[in-house]
C-alpha cells in the first residue's frame, strides 16, 4: 500500500473538484454541527447519568453478541456460497444480501411477525420453551444481528475467494477431510478478512436502531440500546441526544480507526 | 482550448445547481402564498396547511381535515401525526409547519416557550386513559393492579400519553414494569393488537377508535390523569391566514361533535 501511482503533475479539472468538495463539506459538516453544538460544558454531567451506562453497555454487550452469533451461522454461510456449487446458490446470495438494503424497520417487523408471541416460530417458542424473543435482550441481539450478519457473509466470502483453493487441494491430497483442511487451512488464510467483516457487523449492530425498536422494543436496561436513548432523548432533551450522539460517533470513529487499512483502503488485491 | 471546455463544464455546474435550487424554491412556494390577495379581513384561506398532531388525533383530525378541505374551496390539509414531544421538537428545529396540536400543555410549551406559536395555545379537547387489552379480555384485566402480572406496555415518560400513565399509576399506587416504552400512543396500542402484549395503558379515544380489534377496560385512577390538548397556529406558519382558520375550526361546534363521537371530552 505504500506504492503509490506516478503523479501525473496536472490540474484538477474545476468541474469535477467543486461538486467532489460540495460532497465532502456534505458528509463532513453535520459531523462538524454535532460537535460545534455540542453541550461541552455539561457534558461531563451529561454522561454521567446511570441511564447513558445502561444504554452504552446494553448496546456494546448486544452488538458483540450479535457478531458471535454472526461469526458462528456466518462464516460457515460464506463458505457455502463462495466454494460449493450448490443449486440456487446466486439467489441464495441475493437473499444474504438483502438486508444490507432492505430498511431496517421492515426487518424489525418482519422478524416480529415471525418469532412474536403471535408469530409462526414464535407460538411454538413460546409454548413449547415458554420462550418470547420481543422485548428481550435476546431480541435486541437478534435484530441486530439480521442487520450485521451480511456484511460479515460478503466480507469473508470475497476472503474466500480470494484464497487460493489449490491449499485445501493440497490439504485434502494429504488426508485431511474437508472440514480438517476448512479448520487447519481455510480459516487461517481468511482470518483478515474474517476479523474485517467482524468488525464491520459489529459497528453496523452498534449503530442499529429500526428493527430493535420494532422487534425489541424500548425498555432502559434491557433493550434500550444507545441509538434508541439518542432518539428518545432527541424528544425532550436534544443537549443529551447531542452528548449521547458524541459517544456514538466517538466509538464509530474508533473502529474506522482500526479498520483504515483492511476497509478504507479499497482496492486492495 | 483545454481552459474553453473547463469554463463551459464549469457554467454547466453551476447552471444545473442553480437549475435545482430554484426547483426547490419554486416547490415551496405554493404553501407560501398568503390568502390576503383580496384585502378583506377574513379573507377565505387558501393554499396548503401543514398541521403537526399527536397522534391519538390521528382518526379524528383526518375526518376534521376533509370536513375542513370541503367548507374551504382550495385549501389542502396535510398531517403528521407522531408523538408530541417529537413533533414540538422538529417544529423548534424550523419545520414548516402552520399548526401544532398537542396531547399536553407540556409539549406545547415547548414550543411556546421558544416563541414558535403565534398566540395563545387553547385547550380544545381532553382526554382520558383506558387499558387496551386483546378482544375478550384473556387475562381477566379489571383494573391497573392486575397489569403487575402480565406483559404491559406504555408510552415513554417523555411523550404524554406516558406522562399520563405515569400518573395514573402513581394515584393507584401501582409499582409495574413495562416489557416496552413506545414512542407514541399508537405504538402501545399496536403491540396490544398484534397480541405481543397483554395490556397496554393508551386513552380511552384509541380503544374507541380501535374497537374491533381491541377491548378497553376503564379504571378509576385514570381521573388522576386526565390530559388536556392544546393547539395553536406557529408563529412561523408558512400559511398563516389558513393556519388560523384551521384553529378556529378545531374549535367550532361541528369539529367539537367530530372529537366528541370520538372519544374526547370537549371543555
Known amino acids: ?269 | 482550448m483545454t481552459t474553453t471546455r473547463r469554463r463551459t463544464a464549469v457554467a454547466a455546474t453551476v447552471l444545473a445547481l442553480a437549475a435545482g435550487l430554484t426547483a426547490c424554491g419554486s416547490g415551496a412556494t405554493p404553501s407560501n402564498s398568503p390568502a390576503t390577495a383580496d384585502g378583506t379581513g377574513a379573507a377565505k384561506p387558501t393554499g396548503a396547511v401543514t398541521v403537526f398532531a399527536a397522534a391519538s388525533l390521528k382518526g379524528s383530525f383526518t375526518d376534521l381535515g376533509k370536513k375542513f378541505e370541503a367548507a374551504n374551496p382550495g385549501v389542502k390539509v396535510t398531517f403528521n401525526f407522531g408523538g408530541s414531544s417529537a413533533l414540538a421538537q422538529s417544529i423548534v428545529s424550523g419545520a414548516p409547519a402552520d399548526v401544532f396540536a398537542a396531547a399536553s400543555p407540556a409539549t406545547m410549551k415547548t414550543v411556546t416557550d421558544a416563541k414558535a406559536a403565534a398566540g395563545d395555545p387553547k385547550v380544545f379537547v381532553r382526554n382520558t386513559l383506558e387499558i387496551a387489552v386483546p378482544k375478550g379480555n384473556p387475562r381477566h384485566i379489571t383494573g391497573l393492579k392486575d397489569l403487575t402480572g402480565v406483559k404491559t406496555a406504555l408510552c415513554a415518560k417523555e411523550v404524554p400519553c406516558g406522562a399520563a400513565a405515569l400518573k395514573a399509576l402513581e394515584a393507584g399506587g401501582v409499582n409495574l414494569t413495562p416489557v416496552t416504552l413506545e414512542q407514541d400512543v399508537k405504538g402501545a396500542l399496536t403491540k396490544v393488537e398484534l397480541g405481543e402484549v397483554d395490556a397496554s395503558l393508551v386513552y380511552k379515544t384509541d380503544v374507541k377508535a380501535d374497537a374491533a380489534k381491541i377491548d378497553g377496560v376503564s379504571f378509576p385512577e385514570a381521573e388522576k390523569a386526565v390530559n388536556d390538548y392544546p393547539i395553536a397556529a406557529l408563529a412561523k406558519a408558512p400559511n398563516a391566514a389558513a393556519a388560523a382558520a384551521f384553529v378556529t375550526y378545531i374549535r367550532s361546534a361541528e369539529a367539537k361533535q367530530v372529537l366528541g363521537e370520538a372519544g374526547f371530552q370537549t371543555p
Do not use: C, K
Not at chain 1, 435476546?138 to 457473509?153: K, Q, R, T
Open chain 1, 1 to 269: 500500500m505504500s506504492r503509490t501511482a506516478p503523479r501525473h503533475r496536472r490540474r484538477i479539472p474545476l468541474a469535477l473538484l467543486l461538486p467532489a468538495l460540495l460532497g465532502l463539506a456534505f458528509l463532513v459538516l453535520p459531523l462538524v454541527g454535532l460537535l460545534v453544538r455540542a453541550p461541552w460544558s455539561t457534558l461531563p454531567e451529561q454522561l454521567s447519568s446511570p441511564e447513558v451506562w445502561t444504554a452504552l453497555r446494553l448496546s456494546l454487550i448486544s452488538a458483540t453478541a450479535a457478531t458471535a452469533v454472526s461469526l458462528v451461522v456466518g462464516v460457515p454461510l460464506a463458505w457455502l456460497l463462495a466454494r460449493t456449487e450448490i443449486p440456487g446458490r446466486r439467489f441464495i446470495r441475493a437473499l444474504v444480501t438483502l438486508p444490507l438494503v432492505l430498511p431496517p424497520v421492515v426487518g424489525g417487523v418482519a422478524l416480529l411477525l415471525v418469532l412474536g408471541r403471535n408469530g409462526i416460530v414464535g407460538r411454538w417458542l413460546d409454548s413449547a420453551f415458554g420462550i418470547t424473543l420481543p422485548f428481550t435482550t435476546g431480541g435486541v441481539v437478534l435484530a441486530e444481528a439480521f442487520v450485521a450478519m451480511p456484511f460479515l457473509v460478503i466480507s469473508v466470502e470475497g476472503a474466500l475467494r480470494a484464497a487460493d483453493p489449490r491449499y485445501e487441494e493440497a490439504a485434502a491430497t494429504l488426508g485431511a477431510s474437508r472440514l480438517t483442511a476448512f479448520r487447519r487451512v481455510t480459516l487461517p488464510l481468511i482470518a483478515p478478512g474474517i476479523a474485517a467483516g467482524a468488525v464491520l457487523a459489529w459497528a453496523r449492530a452498534l449503530g442499529e436502531f429500526g428493527a430493535t425498536i420494532t422487534f425489541a422494543g424500548n425498555f432502559p436496561g434491557r433493550t434500550q440500546t444507545m441509538p434508541l436513548a439518542v432518539y428518545l432523548a432527541m424528544e425532550s432533551e436534544p443537549e443529551a441526544a447531542i452528548a449521547l450522539s458524541l459517544v456514538l460517533l466517538t466509538v464509530s470513529v474508533a473502529v474506522l480507526a482500526g479498520l483504515r487499512d483492511r476497509w478504507t483502503a479499497g482496492g486492495q488485491a
